[in-house]
């Protein structure tokens, strides 16, 4: 008995329609049919067809492990046979994010400035005092009187300067707010396999997706035009996973238990906004350039 007549045989006792079994994996139904009838020539790859069949086994209850296994053994192929393309995947350690130094940059850039407008305003108050006539050295009796009574208005006056200065100085040269990475909901999934959209806005140039399990947990990470940058199946123990995609404008992350996954891109957290334990959770992220 081939594969695909195991999976429809399951699928039928579970009390799935192959439509059903579309909405809770995301797989187009066209590659279901396709592969209940044992034909493989025109999905997308061997890989692929893969990880369909171990989404397909997983939901209608079977032994995945041995359902791949008969997939390995068969050594089917497909017509367009190629590897899924992966765009710089590292599976490493998780390095230092480069957020720190954003999220420490604002605050130096105002003691710079802080520094700035105190010396102007030395410098400023310093010349003022070098301008104001020096009664000592006139011999005219009336002279030195005009000179005491002006000399307040003058220094009043400079002070003024002094102050209109250094409000110019905070006004203009204020560094602006919101320049750090975060997440914004526009929009939350309901029911048992929920898709929702959030709003990534970043300054960096590039985009880096990290996934860290820290328990059982399906994991797939698309872009446009059904591009896969990874599909599989990780525990906790597994090495983190990095993933750059800074030439999308968006991206799909389907999970299941998905409570046993962090996702991070920049090295921001995503905090999911659907409630705990729903098993099927889905999310579109657009990317916003600050």
């Given at each position: 008995m081939g594969i695909g007549d195991?999976?429809?045989?399951?699928?039928?006792?579970?009390?799935?329609?192959?439509?059903?079994?579309?909405?809770?994996?995301?797989?187009?139904?066209?590659?279901?049919?396709?592969?209940e009838q044992n034909d493989y020539s025109s999905l997308p790859g061997k890989f692929y067809a893969r990880a369909f069949i171990k989404e397909y086994a997983n939901v209608v209850g079977l032994n995945v492990a041995a359902i791949l296994r008969q997939?390995?053994?068969?050594?089917?192929?497909?017509?367009?046979?190629?590897?899924?393309?992966?765009?710089?995947?590292?599976?490493?350690?998780?390095?230092?994010?480069?957020?720190?130094v954003f999220s420490i940059l604002p605050t130096f850039v105002v003691i710079l400035l802080i520094i700035g407008i105190i010396f102007v305003a030395v410098t400023l108050y310093q010349r003022t005092l070098g301008d104001t006539p020096?009664?000592?050295?006139?011999?005219?009796?009336?002279?030195?009187?005009?000179?005491?009574?002006?000399?307040?208005?003058?220094?009043?006056?400079?002070?003024?300067?002094?102050?209109?200065?250094?409000?110019?100085?905070?006004?203009?040269?204020?560094?602006?707010?919101?320049?750090?990475?975060?997440?914004?909901?526009?929009?939350?999934?309901?029911?048992?396999?929920?898709?929702?959209?959030?709003?990534?806005?970043h300054v960096e140039d590039e985009l880096i997706v990290e996934l860290e399990p820290i328990g059982n947990v399906y994991v797939d990470v698309g872009g446009d035009l059904e591009k896969y940058y990874f599909i599989d199946t990780i525990d906790v123990g597994h090495d983190d996973i990095e993933?750059?995609?800074?030439?999308?404008?968006?991206?799909?992350?389907?999970?299941?238990?998905?409570?046993?996954?962090?996702?991070?891109?920049?090295?921001?957290?995503?905090?999911?906004p659907v409630e705990e334990g729903t098993v099927h959770q889905r999310y579109r992220v657009e990317f916003v350039k600050q």
């Open positions: 195991i999976l429809r045989e399951a699928r039928e006792e579970q009390g799935y329609t192959i439509d059903e079994i579309q909405q809770i994996t995301k797989i187009q139904k066209r590659y279901l049919i396709k592969i997939f390995d053994e068969d050594d089917i192929e497909t017509d367009k046979d190629e590897s899924v393309r992966y765009t710089r995947v590292e599976r490493t350690r998780r390095t230092p994010s480069s957020s720190f020096d009664g000592g050295g006139n011999q005219n009796g009336d002279e030195i009187i005009r000179n005491v009574d002006e000399q307040p208005d003058n220094i009043e006056n400079n002070d003024n300067d002094d102050d209109e200065n250094e409000d110019n100085q905070n006004f203009e040269e204020e560094p602006q707010s919101g320049t750090e990475s975060e997440f914004k909901v526009i929009e939350v999934g309901e029911g048992e396999n929920t898709t929702s959209t959030v709003e990534f806005h993933i750059d995609v800074s030439e999308e404008e968006h991206i799909l992350i389907n999970m299941y238990r998905a409570e046993n996954l962090i996702v991070r891109i920049n090295g921001v957290e995503l905090e999911y």
